[in-house]
Every structure is written in C-alpha cells, then in structure tokens.
C-alpha cells in the first residue's frame, strides 16, 4: 500500500468500551499527528511524534492515548469518550524540513459515542 | 483573533466561470502556506503550496502578500468536479512540525 492508511474507517462504541485507532503511513516520513475534525470547524491538531517522540500535546483529555512504536505507526487509544467526541479522526504524516512541512492526511476514521 | 480566517462561503461559481478567495493569518512570522481541498466526508488533499514569488498549477493560481497577510487562491475555468472545501493552511513559526487549518471556504460550481 502506499501514502497514509487508517483504520476502522467507521468505529461506533458506547462511552464504557475501549478501542483503538490505527496509522500507518508508507512514506518514509519523520513525523505523525493525530487530528479531530468536528463538522464545521478547522481541523484540530491533537498530538505530533516526531521520531517516535511526542513533541506536541495539544491539551488533549487523558481519555485519548496515543502510542508511536516506529516511526510508521501510530494508534490512538480510546477510553471513556463522551458524546461530543464523536468526530473525524484523521492521521497525517509528513517530511518535515526545517519550517517546511507539506501534510500528507490519511482517509480518517468516523467515530460515534454513543 | 484567529490565527487562520477563511470566508466559509459558500461560493456559487457557473462552470467555466473564474473564481478567487483570500485568506487571513495573524502571525506575521509564518513561513510556509499551503491550499488544501477537502471533498464531503473526505480527508484533506494537498493542492498546491504557496511560495513567496505566487506560483501556478494549471487552473490553479496561488499568491502569497506578506504585508498585507494574505494568501489567495484563484480557479479559472472552473469544472463541475472543482466543488470542494478549500483550506488554507500556515505553518506556524516556534512549533515543531504544527500546521494551523483555516475552517475553509466552500465553493460549489453549478452547471
């Protein structure tokens, strides 16, 4: 494959389960990030690795998790959401080179708390 | 203030027809600008970068006002398919590797 997989594509749970979103991006890239989309509104950035090191925590509830075991993986784990999180959870990945930094997104996975 | 402001539009555009929008940022030590489209329930998709000097992609015309804090994108002979959201996106100065989305300008070209 190539570019930026996701998946699910579509996940529904209940605010009690527990469940993970997958990326992995086929680019050779130095960094990943975690975004939420809510209908209407910019794209939130969430968290950034760069080289498997978090680098950017942007004041995100505990009840998101992320883990970046290499450099081409990253998941995002779920715990306790709440309604108003359900959302377009997006990966992206990019070469970042000095201020230049050219976002490559993958499809997202629609989440729904219910 | 935002750091990136987009009108959300929607701008109806008769096909063939040329169609342009700005957008806004407030931090004047950005560096790097991008267009972005976005198709319903899709994820975004980069279109074009902006550099300094403006630059052409095709249809596709982007230029970059740094005075002025600007960025504008222009679309001539606009085609059916060219309906989309249009994000313009800044890399923010001082935050390793952090883009900043606008919310997006929505055009719809009609036939």
């Known amino acids: 494959e190539t570019g930026v997989t996701q998946t699910p594509r579509h996940l529904v749970m209940g605010m009690t389960n527990k469940k993970s979103l997958k990326c992995e991006q086929h680019?050779?890239?130095?960094?990943m990030y975690w975004y939420k989309q809510s209908a209407k509104k910019p794209l939130e950035l969430m968290f950034v690795?760069?080289?498997?090191?978090?680098?950017e925590n942007n004041s995100v509830p505990s009840r998101f998790s992320p883990e970046c075991p290499n450099s081409s993986h990253l998941f995002l784990h779920l715990h306790t959401l709440q309604p108003e999180d359900s959302a377009l959870y997006l990966c992206?990945?990019?070469?970042?080179?000095?201020?230049?930094?050219?976002?490559?997104f993958g499809p997202g996975t629609r989440l729904t708390v219910l | 203030r935002k750091e990136v402001e987009q009108d959300p539009g929607p701008f109806n555009v008769p096909e063939g027809a040329t169609v342009a929008f700005n957008c806004t940022y407030s931090?004047?030590?950005?560096?790097?600008f991008f267009w972005y489209r976005q198709d319903c329930r899709k994820e975004p998709k980069l279109l074009m970068s902006?550099?300094?000097s403006g630059n052409e992609d095709g249809r596709f015309t982007a230029q970059l006002n740094r005075a002025s804090q600007y960025i504008s994108l222009l679309i001539r002979d606009s085609k059916l398919s060219d309906s989309a959201t249009y994000l313009c996106?800044?890399?923010?100065?001082?935050?390793?590797?952090?883009?900043?989305f606008g919310a997006g300008t929505q055009v719809v070209v009609t036939p």
């Open positions: 992206a990945s990019s070469q970042v080179v000095e201020t230049y930094n050219e976002q490559f």
């Open positions: 680019l050779g890239h130095n960094a």
């Open positions: 690795y760069s080289l498997e090191e978090r680098v």
């Open positions: 931090n004047s030590a950005s560096q790097s």
């Open positions: 902006v550099y300094s």
């Open positions: 996106v800044v890399n923010i100065v001082g935050s390793w590797g952090k883009l900043q």
